[in-house]
């Protein structure tokens, strides 16, 4: 009977009270997480984010500017609420390797619709896993530092994401997200620790990132339409890369690629189209590279269609991703190598609608060289190196 009058008291007096405090912020630390480093704060976390995915109300988790070690974990829609914001004041600590049994994702947000991801410090601990990888086939898969799957109207901002053990942030199977001021760094041999990749998504930018590590500074994989990069600094790293395609035989296309005003420092790689040299009914189209600045870069502008480590399953084969519609415009710096401009396309299908437009590329303060395959399109204005496109 006590109980009952108490729950019928709570009821008629202190829902009010509740609602309010749903309304305000929930804190991390009211869910018992502790910001020692070392004791697993997901229980917490995610009782948190149970909180905040239940209400309807805008609701804003904040992680207080301590240090919290954590997961692997899933924050898993649906929600009931389309405003959560995340507010991260807080340093995150991921597990060792060893830990992360067979986790692909070390934070993972899957099937989320409205969420804000502000600020944060992730650091992924992923030199013990390079090191393992450098010398054991015996070291776990390895995991993703932040992967978002299968959401919308997501907005990242202000995030740094510090020594993934493989790529740093995903995006799969998601559309309009914005990922802004994101901060990325991790050392430039480190394997596989791709930036940020975006595969099967639909209108996702990538606003003033600056990106510092050992493979794609960004990758663009199959499925992805509608993608805007600008403003953003890469290397060291690989550079900004649409593909591996080809990687199956039916794959879906990429298109509607804009990348400008980016600058590459040291890099492997600039702006980089590449497919694996095998059949694939993949494409590429709708893609401009423009306000482009290559500082001491081995390969600014790529196409490579014969792409082929260690020469397995692809010798001998053509690559069948139609590569139709990509402009270079107002792309100007030094190549760290002679031939700056290489479009190997491939002779089945090859490249089409290619247009270059005031590039002036360097090698040594002298003219760099450029070379083309299967090649076709237009140059206008300035041309440094030459155009080798046929017409
Ligand atoms: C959403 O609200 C409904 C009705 O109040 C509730 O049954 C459900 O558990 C809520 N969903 C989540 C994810 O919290
Ligand atoms: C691989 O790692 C597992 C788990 O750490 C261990 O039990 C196993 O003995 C290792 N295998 C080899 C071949 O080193
Ligand atoms: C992100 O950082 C920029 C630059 O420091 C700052 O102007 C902006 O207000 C920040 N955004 C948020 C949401 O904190
Ligand atoms: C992509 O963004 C545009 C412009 O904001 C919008 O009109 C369109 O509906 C969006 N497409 C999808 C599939 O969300
Ligand atoms: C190309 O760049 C070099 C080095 O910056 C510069 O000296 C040269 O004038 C430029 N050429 C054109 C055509 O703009």
Redesign the pocket.
Known sequence: MARVMNSLMSSVFFIPLLLTSIDADINVADFGAKADGKTDASEAFLAAWAAACSSTKPTTIYLPAKKYFLGPVVFRGPCNNSRITLQMDAILVAPDYQEMASSENWIMFDVVDGLSV??GYLDGRGSSFWKCKGVSNNCSAGSTSLAIYSSKNIVV??LTSINSKLGHILVHTCRDVVLQ?VRIRAPDQSPHTDGIHVQNSINVSILNAGIKTGDDCISIGQGTTNLWIERVACGPGHGISIGSLAKDLEEEGVENVVVQSVVFTGTQNGVRIKSWGRPSNGYVKGVVFKKVLMKNVNNPIVIDQNYCPRNENCPYQDSGVEVNGVSYIDIEGTSATQVALNFDCSPTSPCKEISLQDINLTYQNKPAQSSCQNAFGVARGQIVPPSCLLK
């Open positions: 502000i600020g901002q202000n001021g």
